[in-house]
């Protein structure tokens, strides 16, 4: 089970940071990151780790938005800086035994948290 949570209304140019914690079967999980879907358009991924380590952001997030882990935890943030109108969207967390840049691979979704960003 994944619990997202930290979304909310933000002005343009400010920050928010999401957290997603895993519970239960966290033994399948090996990677995590975060997925968004804006109004009318297909969910896209926005960061997320690879089984390896590394990390890997939407070319419209680099620079402005980094993606952090907790193992201990086992949670993933993703902190949003200078965030843009068009980062509105419900950001999603997902995790997977072996990747996330598959969207219709992921094994485990989050509820979803609303971002938004006011011009």
């Known amino acids: 089970q994944l619990q997202a949570s930290g979304g909310g209304l933000v002005q343009a140019g400010g920050s928010l940071r999401l957290s997603c914690a895993a519970s239960g079967s966290i033994d399948d999980i090996n990677v995590m990151g975060w997925y968004r879907q804006a109004p009318k358009k297909q969910r896209e991924l926005v960061a997320g780790f690879t089984i390896g380590g590394l990390t890997n952001y939407a070319d419209s997030v680099k620079g402005r938005f980094t993606i952090s882990r907790d193992n201990a935890k086992n949670t993933v943030y993703l902190q949003m800086n200078s965030l843009k109108p068009e980062d509105t969207a419900v950001y999603y967390c997902?995790?997977?035994?072996?990747?996330?840049?598959?969207?219709?691979?992921?094994?485990?979704w989050g509820q979803g948290t609303q971002v938004t960003v006011s011009s």
């Open positions: 997902a995790a997977d035994r072996h990747t996330i840049a598959r969207m219709d691979g992921v094994d485990y």
